[in-house]
Protein backbone atom coordinates (compact mmCIF):
# COMPACT_ATOMS: atom_id res chain seq x y z
CA UNK A 1 0.00 0.00 0.00
CA UNK A 2 2.98 2.27 1.03
CA UNK A 3 3.86 1.64 -3.08
CA UNK A 4 0.82 3.26 -4.19
CA UNK A 5 1.22 6.18 -2.08
CA UNK A 6 4.53 6.74 -3.06
CA UNK A 7 3.73 6.08 -6.61
CA UNK A 8 0.59 8.87 -6.54
CA UNK A 9 2.90 11.61 -4.86
CA UNK A 10 5.11 10.97 -7.53
CA UNK A 11 2.78 11.06 -10.08
CA UNK A 12 0.98 14.23 -8.71
CA UNK A 13 4.75 16.02 -8.45
CA UNK A 14 5.81 15.21 -12.60
CA UNK A 15 2.22 16.66 -13.05
CA UNK A 16 2.72 20.00 -11.75
CA UNK A 17 6.10 20.36 -12.97
CA UNK A 18 4.45 19.30 -16.12
CA UNK A 19 1.48 22.31 -15.29
CA UNK A 20 4.39 24.47 -14.55
CA UNK A 21 6.53 24.04 -18.19
CA UNK A 22 2.85 23.82 -20.27
CA UNK A 23 1.84 26.57 -22.78
CA UNK A 24 -0.71 26.93 -25.85
CA UNK A 25 -0.42 29.14 -28.32
CA UNK A 26 -3.02 27.86 -30.93
CA UNK A 27 -6.59 26.66 -29.71
CA UNK A 28 -5.52 23.37 -30.95
CA UNK A 29 -2.86 23.08 -28.51
CA UNK A 30 -5.39 24.74 -25.59
CA UNK A 31 -7.99 21.95 -26.15
CA UNK A 32 -5.03 19.39 -26.20
CA UNK A 33 -4.33 21.22 -22.46
CA UNK A 34 -8.02 20.99 -21.67
CA UNK A 35 -8.20 16.77 -22.89
CA UNK A 36 -5.11 15.87 -20.65
CA UNK A 37 -5.95 17.81 -17.63
CA UNK A 38 -9.34 19.28 -17.41
CA UNK A 39 -11.46 16.44 -19.04
CA UNK A 40 -13.30 13.58 -17.79
CA UNK A 41 -10.25 11.66 -19.65
CA UNK A 42 -7.91 13.65 -17.98
CA UNK A 43 -4.84 12.21 -16.00
CA UNK A 44 -6.32 13.13 -12.59
CA UNK A 45 -9.55 10.61 -13.43
CA UNK A 46 -7.13 7.94 -13.43
CA UNK A 47 -5.64 8.88 -10.04
CA UNK A 48 -9.21 9.71 -8.40
CA UNK A 49 -9.53 6.01 -9.39
CA UNK A 50 -6.60 5.16 -7.26
CA UNK A 51 -7.48 7.08 -4.47
CA UNK A 52 -10.06 4.66 -3.83
CA UNK A 53 -8.13 2.27 -2.94
CA UNK A 54 -5.88 4.33 -0.33
CA UNK A 55 -6.11 3.27 3.10
CA UNK A 56 -8.35 5.71 5.08
CA UNK A 57 -5.67 7.36 7.21
CA UNK A 58 -3.22 8.19 4.03
CA UNK A 59 -6.79 9.42 2.01
CA UNK A 60 -6.53 13.54 3.67
CA UNK A 61 -2.88 13.68 2.93
CA UNK A 62 -3.38 12.26 -0.72
CA UNK A 63 -6.67 14.20 -0.96
CA UNK A 64 -5.32 17.34 -0.33
CA UNK A 65 -2.37 17.21 -2.78
CA UNK A 66 -4.85 15.68 -5.73
CA UNK A 67 -7.37 18.82 -5.13
CA UNK A 68 -4.20 21.09 -5.30
CA UNK A 69 -2.71 20.29 -8.14
CA UNK A 70 -5.94 20.04 -10.03
CA UNK A 71 -6.88 23.28 -9.01
CA UNK A 72 -3.58 23.93 -10.28
CA UNK A 73 -4.62 22.94 -13.67
CA UNK A 74 -7.91 24.70 -13.58
CA UNK A 75 -6.31 28.01 -13.00
CA UNK A 76 -3.38 27.80 -15.50
CA UNK A 77 -5.93 26.41 -18.32
CA UNK A 78 -8.00 29.74 -17.31
CA UNK A 79 -4.47 31.15 -17.96
CA UNK A 80 -3.89 29.85 -21.50
CA UNK A 81 -7.43 30.00 -22.60
CA UNK A 82 -6.84 33.83 -21.75
CA UNK A 83 -3.69 34.00 -24.01
CA UNK A 84 -5.10 32.33 -26.88
CA UNK A 85 -8.43 34.21 -27.03
CA UNK A 86 -6.21 37.45 -26.61
CA UNK A 87 -3.75 36.64 -29.29
CA UNK A 88 -6.73 36.41 -31.91
CA UNK A 89 -9.39 39.33 -30.89
CA UNK A 90 -7.61 42.29 -29.17
CA UNK A 91 -10.98 44.59 -29.10
CA UNK A 92 -13.53 42.86 -27.51
CA UNK A 93 -16.00 44.75 -29.85
CA UNK A 94 -14.92 43.30 -33.29
CA UNK A 95 -17.21 39.93 -33.92
CA UNK A 96 -14.82 37.63 -35.52
CA UNK A 97 -17.66 34.97 -36.52
CA UNK A 98 -19.48 37.78 -38.79
CA UNK A 99 -19.27 37.13 -42.30
CA UNK A 100 -16.82 39.57 -43.95
CA UNK A 101 -17.36 42.31 -46.19
CA UNK A 102 -17.02 40.87 -50.22
CA UNK A 103 -14.21 42.30 -52.11
CA UNK A 104 -15.31 43.51 -55.53
CA UNK A 105 -13.57 41.30 -57.73
CA UNK A 106 -13.04 43.07 -61.25
CA UNK A 107 -12.94 41.19 -64.59
CA UNK A 108 -11.14 41.42 -67.46
CA UNK A 109 -11.48 44.01 -69.94
CA UNK A 110 -12.99 42.86 -73.01
CA UNK A 111 -10.62 44.52 -75.51
CA UNK A 112 -7.90 42.56 -73.19
CA UNK A 113 -9.74 39.71 -73.69
CA UNK A 114 -10.16 39.93 -77.69
CA UNK A 115 -6.68 40.95 -77.65
CA UNK A 116 -5.28 37.54 -75.25
CA UNK A 117 -8.02 35.49 -78.01
CA UNK A 118 -5.97 37.08 -80.90
CA UNK A 119 -2.18 36.38 -79.67
CA UNK A 120 -3.16 32.78 -78.89
CA UNK A 121 -4.43 32.67 -82.43
CA UNK A 122 -1.31 33.96 -84.11
CA UNK A 123 1.11 31.76 -81.76
CA UNK A 124 -0.42 28.93 -82.95
CA UNK A 125 0.76 29.55 -86.26
CA UNK A 126 4.21 30.56 -85.12
CA UNK A 127 4.08 34.83 -85.08
CA UNK A 128 5.78 36.22 -82.32
CA UNK A 129 4.56 39.37 -80.52
CA UNK A 130 6.10 42.35 -81.12
CA UNK A 131 5.74 45.60 -79.51
CA UNK A 132 6.60 49.61 -80.30
CA UNK A 133 6.64 53.04 -79.96
CA UNK A 134 3.02 55.07 -79.67
CA UNK A 135 5.14 58.36 -79.97
CA UNK A 136 6.70 58.28 -83.61
CA UNK A 137 8.92 60.04 -86.36
CA UNK A 138 7.40 60.48 -89.68
CA UNK A 139 9.66 58.26 -91.32
CA UNK A 140 8.24 55.51 -89.02
CA UNK A 141 4.76 56.42 -89.30
CA UNK A 142 4.29 57.41 -92.79
CA UNK A 143 7.58 57.74 -94.88
CA UNK A 144 8.76 54.37 -94.86
CA UNK A 145 5.88 52.82 -95.26
CA UNK A 146 5.93 54.90 -98.73
CA UNK A 147 3.39 57.33 -97.65
CA UNK A 148 4.87 60.16 -100.23
CA UNK A 149 5.24 63.65 -98.90
CA UNK A 150 2.41 65.70 -100.06
CA UNK A 151 0.03 62.20 -100.52
CA UNK A 152 -3.84 62.19 -99.44
CA UNK A 153 -3.08 59.16 -97.61
CA UNK A 154 -1.33 61.15 -95.29
CA UNK A 155 -4.65 63.50 -94.47
CA UNK A 156 -6.36 60.63 -93.89
CA UNK A 157 -5.20 59.36 -91.23
CA UNK A 158 -6.08 62.07 -88.95
CA UNK A 159 -3.00 62.56 -87.01
CA UNK A 160 -2.16 63.79 -84.09
CA UNK A 161 1.27 65.75 -84.38
CA UNK A 162 3.25 66.27 -81.73
CA UNK A 163 6.14 68.84 -83.06
CA UNK A 164 5.12 71.97 -85.04
CA UNK A 165 7.47 70.66 -87.87
CA UNK A 166 5.62 67.66 -87.62
CA UNK A 167 7.89 65.20 -87.53
CA UNK A 168 6.46 63.74 -84.26
CA UNK A 169 3.30 61.91 -84.11
CA UNK A 170 0.94 59.85 -82.07
CA UNK A 171 1.17 56.77 -84.26
CA UNK A 172 -2.08 56.64 -86.47
CA UNK A 173 -1.87 52.78 -87.09
CA UNK A 174 0.64 50.07 -85.69
CA UNK A 175 2.30 49.68 -88.81
CA UNK A 176 5.18 51.47 -87.66
CA UNK A 177 6.35 48.56 -85.62
CA UNK A 178 6.27 46.52 -89.07
CA UNK A 179 9.54 49.08 -89.83
CA UNK A 180 10.97 48.78 -86.54
CA UNK A 181 11.21 45.17 -86.84
CA UNK A 182 12.49 44.99 -90.16
CA UNK A 183 15.03 47.70 -89.84
CA UNK A 184 16.29 46.45 -87.02
CA UNK A 185 16.36 42.67 -87.18
CA UNK A 186 16.97 40.16 -90.26
CA UNK A 187 14.18 37.82 -92.08
CA UNK A 188 12.27 35.77 -91.58
CA UNK A 189 9.99 37.27 -89.32
CA UNK A 190 6.58 36.15 -88.30
CA UNK A 191 4.72 38.19 -85.99
CA UNK A 192 1.87 40.02 -84.39
CA UNK A 193 2.29 43.46 -82.92
CA UNK A 194 -0.72 44.53 -81.05
CA UNK A 195 -1.24 48.58 -79.38
CA UNK A 196 -3.11 51.43 -79.20
CA UNK A 197 -3.54 54.29 -81.98
CA UNK A 198 -4.75 57.61 -82.01
CA UNK A 199 -6.22 59.31 -84.59
CA UNK A 200 -7.76 63.32 -84.95
CA UNK A 201 -11.50 61.94 -85.36
CA UNK A 202 -14.36 63.16 -84.33
CA UNK A 203 -15.99 60.86 -81.53
CA UNK A 204 -18.89 59.12 -82.47
CA UNK A 205 -20.50 55.31 -81.91
CA UNK A 206 -18.46 53.79 -84.39
CA UNK A 207 -15.17 56.05 -84.51
CA UNK A 208 -12.99 57.29 -81.63
CA UNK A 209 -9.86 58.94 -80.96
CA UNK A 210 -8.10 56.28 -79.64
CA UNK A 211 -8.33 52.62 -80.56
CA UNK A 212 -6.40 49.54 -80.65
CA UNK A 213 -5.02 47.79 -83.62
CA UNK A 214 -3.24 44.50 -84.09
CA UNK A 215 -0.44 44.51 -87.07
CA UNK A 216 0.43 40.96 -88.74
CA UNK A 217 3.84 40.95 -90.64
CA UNK A 218 5.65 37.77 -92.59
CA UNK A 219 8.57 37.88 -93.80
CA UNK A 220 10.29 34.94 -95.73
CA UNK A 221 11.57 33.54 -99.18
CA UNK A 222 8.64 33.01 -101.44
CA UNK A 223 6.19 34.29 -98.91
CA UNK A 224 2.70 35.32 -101.08
CA UNK A 225 -0.84 36.56 -101.51
CA UNK A 226 -2.22 32.77 -101.01
CA UNK A 227 -0.18 32.66 -97.34
CA UNK A 228 -1.93 35.79 -96.69
CA UNK A 229 -5.47 34.33 -97.49
CA UNK A 230 -5.08 31.10 -95.53
CA UNK A 231 -3.44 32.91 -92.62
CA UNK A 232 -6.96 35.05 -92.27
CA UNK A 233 -9.02 32.17 -92.99
CA UNK A 234 -7.86 29.84 -90.32
CA UNK A 235 -7.96 33.08 -88.18
CA UNK A 236 -11.49 34.25 -89.39
CA UNK A 237 -12.68 30.74 -88.23
CA UNK A 238 -10.77 30.42 -85.27
CA UNK A 239 -12.19 33.98 -83.75
CA UNK A 240 -15.55 33.86 -85.03
CA UNK A 241 -16.37 29.93 -85.32
CA UNK A 242 -15.56 27.36 -88.02
CA UNK A 243 -18.60 27.82 -90.70
CA UNK A 244 -17.07 31.68 -91.14
CA UNK A 245 -16.36 32.08 -94.93
CA UNK A 246 -13.94 35.00 -95.95
CA UNK A 247 -13.74 37.29 -99.06
CA UNK A 248 -11.14 39.75 -100.14
CA UNK A 249 -11.79 43.07 -101.81
CA UNK A 250 -9.22 44.61 -103.82
CA UNK A 251 -8.33 48.29 -102.26
CA UNK A 252 -5.51 50.74 -101.61
CA UNK A 253 -2.72 51.05 -98.96
CA UNK A 254 0.72 52.96 -99.86
CA UNK A 255 2.63 50.21 -98.30
CA UNK A 256 1.32 47.01 -99.92
CA UNK A 257 0.60 46.12 -103.59
CA UNK A 258 -1.56 43.94 -103.94
CA UNK A 259 -3.72 45.36 -101.57
CA UNK A 260 -7.04 43.29 -100.35
CA UNK A 261 -9.87 44.65 -97.84
CA UNK A 262 -10.56 41.37 -96.20
CA UNK A 263 -14.41 40.35 -95.05
CA UNK A 264 -15.72 37.79 -93.53
CA UNK A 265 -19.38 36.27 -93.45
CA UNK A 266 -21.71 37.50 -90.96
CA UNK A 267 -21.80 34.80 -88.12
CA UNK A 268 -24.60 36.27 -87.15
CA UNK A 269 -27.43 36.10 -89.53
CA UNK A 270 -25.07 33.74 -91.83
CA UNK A 271 -25.29 35.88 -95.03
CA UNK A 272 -29.25 36.13 -94.55
CA UNK A 273 -28.65 40.52 -93.75
CA UNK A 274 -29.13 41.98 -90.70
CA UNK A 275 -27.81 45.07 -89.20
CA UNK A 276 -24.30 44.49 -88.07
CA UNK A 277 -23.88 43.74 -91.39
CA UNK A 278 -25.82 46.38 -93.02
CA UNK A 279 -27.76 43.96 -94.83
CA UNK A 280 -24.90 42.72 -97.39
CA UNK A 281 -23.93 39.43 -95.42
CA UNK A 282 -20.19 40.38 -95.17
CA UNK A 283 -18.18 42.43 -92.40
CA UNK A 284 -14.85 44.03 -92.68
CA UNK A 285 -12.12 42.88 -90.37
CA UNK A 286 -8.97 43.89 -91.69
CA UNK A 287 -6.67 45.84 -94.32
CA UNK A 288 -3.93 43.72 -95.68
CA UNK A 289 -1.75 42.59 -99.11
CA UNK A 290 1.32 41.75 -100.06
CA UNK A 291 4.42 44.18 -98.69
CA UNK A 292 5.49 46.65 -101.34
CA UNK A 293 8.82 46.35 -102.47
CA UNK A 294 9.67 49.49 -101.72
CA UNK A 295 9.13 49.06 -98.17
CA UNK A 296 11.56 46.14 -97.97
CA UNK A 297 14.22 48.41 -99.72
CA UNK A 298 13.60 50.78 -97.34
CA UNK A 299 14.28 48.90 -94.06
CA UNK A 300 17.42 47.39 -95.58
CA UNK A 301 15.74 43.92 -96.99
CA UNK A 302 16.68 43.07 -100.69
CA UNK A 303 12.94 42.43 -102.81
CA UNK A 304 14.19 40.26 -105.09
CA UNK A 305 15.63 37.66 -102.44
CA UNK A 306 12.61 38.16 -99.72
CA UNK A 307 8.75 38.73 -99.84
CA UNK A 308 6.17 38.81 -97.32
CA UNK A 309 2.23 40.09 -96.26
CA UNK A 310 1.19 41.94 -93.87
CA UNK A 311 -2.41 43.31 -92.26
CA UNK A 312 -3.88 45.40 -89.66
CA UNK A 313 -7.43 44.72 -87.87
CA UNK A 314 -8.78 46.89 -85.34
CA UNK A 315 -9.21 45.24 -82.00
CA UNK A 316 -12.61 47.25 -81.07
CA UNK A 317 -14.06 46.29 -84.42
CA UNK A 318 -13.05 42.39 -83.59
CA UNK A 319 -14.83 43.24 -80.27
CA UNK A 320 -17.40 44.29 -81.13
CA UNK A 321 -18.71 42.24 -83.70
CA UNK A 322 -17.45 39.13 -81.55
CA UNK A 323 -19.91 40.96 -78.72
CA UNK A 324 -22.40 42.60 -80.76
CA UNK A 325 -21.65 45.55 -79.38
CA UNK A 326 -22.74 48.68 -81.41
CA UNK A 327 -20.93 51.96 -79.67
CA UNK A 328 -16.93 51.93 -79.44
CA UNK A 329 -17.17 54.65 -76.68
CA UNK A 330 -18.56 52.08 -74.11
CA UNK A 331 -15.02 50.42 -74.27
CA UNK A 332 -13.43 53.45 -72.74
CA UNK A 333 -16.18 54.77 -70.65
CA UNK A 334 -15.03 52.79 -67.11
CA UNK A 335 -18.62 52.01 -66.32
CA UNK A 336 -18.62 48.93 -64.35
CA UNK A 337 -22.59 47.79 -65.28
CA UNK A 338 -21.02 47.46 -69.07
CA UNK A 339 -17.69 45.85 -68.18
CA UNK A 340 -18.96 43.43 -65.96
CA UNK A 341 -20.52 41.45 -68.39
CA UNK A 342 -17.84 40.42 -70.00
N1 LIG B 1 -2.38 50.56 -91.26
C1 LIG B 1 -3.69 50.38 -91.84
C2 LIG B 1 -4.68 51.32 -91.18
O1 LIG B 1 -4.45 51.70 -90.07
C3 LIG B 1 -4.16 48.97 -91.70
C4 LIG B 1 -3.36 48.04 -92.55
C5 LIG B 1 -3.76 47.80 -93.84
C6 LIG B 1 -2.22 47.47 -92.07
C7 LIG B 1 -3.05 46.95 -94.66
C8 LIG B 1 -1.47 46.61 -92.88
C9 LIG B 1 -1.92 46.36 -94.18
O2 LIG B 1 -0.37 46.01 -92.48
O3 LIG B 1 -1.20 45.54 -94.96
O4 LIG B 1 -5.67 51.64 -91.74
Given at each position: MLKLVLKMI????????????????????????????????SVFSSLFEKFKELPDEKKKEIGQRLNEVKTFAQARFKELAGQVNQSHVTDESVDVSLPTVPVQAGSVHP?????????????RLGFNVED????????????????????????MQDT?????????????????????????????????????????????????????QVEGL???????????????YHFSKEMFGKDTEIRLRPSYFPFTEPSAEIDISCFICKG????????????EIAGSGVVDPNVLENCGIDPSEYSGFAFGMGIERIAMLKYQLDDIRRFSENDLRFLRQF
Open positions: DQLKKIKEELLISAASTKEELEDFRVKFISKKITQTYFRIIEIFEGPEIEDDWHNFTALNFPPNHPARQYFLSDDKNCVLRTHTSNVQIRLMSDEKPPFRAIMPGRVYRNEAISSRAHCFFHSIDKAVSFKDLKQTLDGCKICKHTGWV
